[in-house]
């Protein structure tokens, strides 16, 4: 298993991929609270923090996220290197966490340098140090889980198709229903009594949750849940080519 992790981490550093998404990333999330005109922007806004960083990553990660996912199984079926994946030692769970933990490390080395704008922010606070690092760190936790979960979603999707596109489409789609779908169902109150239960099932009610700066074990227990869910999607996704 660690093995095949090295090697999906090879695969994507050897290629434009992985530093593709990294700078894009982290540009993006520069230009908007550095560059760019907006009430996301630390220096215009005058406040010591770093909240749109939290709001503005989740929307990038809706599309970087997949586009990094979409080659983990669909290559490998298109390209027929599936069958002699699946006759390794290893069980179909072991390749699945393999490439689960390569396409989250990648999410990792490009959240870890946004840690330079929260020194920065610390800096730049009068008095220095005026920042509310619970909340930060918390909602840097809660981001974590999000590219977790998004990461999941992504693999199950390439495992259940051999074209790119359709990977990333489909990842896309219900990515961003899981973090907004549930709340915009909430917000139309057509539920009554559950429209909290209808809320509490989407991501975005979860990461708000954490981004306060409290860890509660529910959105925790949720968040490793839905990760565990479609890792387990595709782990059956995988079984069933052996049917």
Do not use: C
């Not at 330079?116 to 140090?129: D, E, T």
């Amino acid at each position: 298993m660690y093995s095949l992790f090295l090697k999906e981490i090879r695969s994507f550093l050897s290629s434009l991929l992985g530093y593709v998404v990294i700078i894009v990333f982290l540009t993006v999330i520069g230009l908007f609270l550095w560059i760019l005109p907006n009430s996301f922007n630390v220096l215009d806004f005058g406040y010591a923090n770093v909240d749109g960083l939290f709001i503005i990553a989740p929307f990038v990660f809706l599309f970087l996220i997949p586009a990094v996912t979409m080659r983990s199984f669909s290559e490998e079926r298109k390209s027929g290197t599936i069958e002699l994946l699946l006759t390794r030692p290893l069980s179909d769970l072991q390749i699945v966490l393999a490439k689960f933990f390569a396409a989250f490390s990648l999410v990792i080395f490009s959240l870890f340098p946004t840690l330079i704008y929260y020194f920065s922010v610390y800096q730049l606070g009068f008095p220095v140090g005026n920042i509310d690092s619970g909340g930060f760190f918390g909602s840097f936790l809660g981001l974590l889980f999000l590219g977790a979960t998004f990461v999941s979603v992504g693999i199950f999707t390439s495992s259940i198709t051999d074209n790119q596109v359709i990977s990333f489409i489909v990842a896309v789609f219900i990515s961003a229903f899981i973090y907004l779908g549930f709340e915009f169902i909430y917000s139309l109150e057509w539920f009554g009594n559950f429209d909290l239960f209808i809320n509490s099932l989407g991501i975005s009610a979860h990461y708000s949750s954490i981004s306060r700066g409290v860890v509660d074990t529910r959105d925790l227990v949720y968040f490793f849940s839905l990760i565990t869910f479609f890792l387990f999607l595709t782990k059956f996704s995988l079984a069933r080519r052996k049917w």
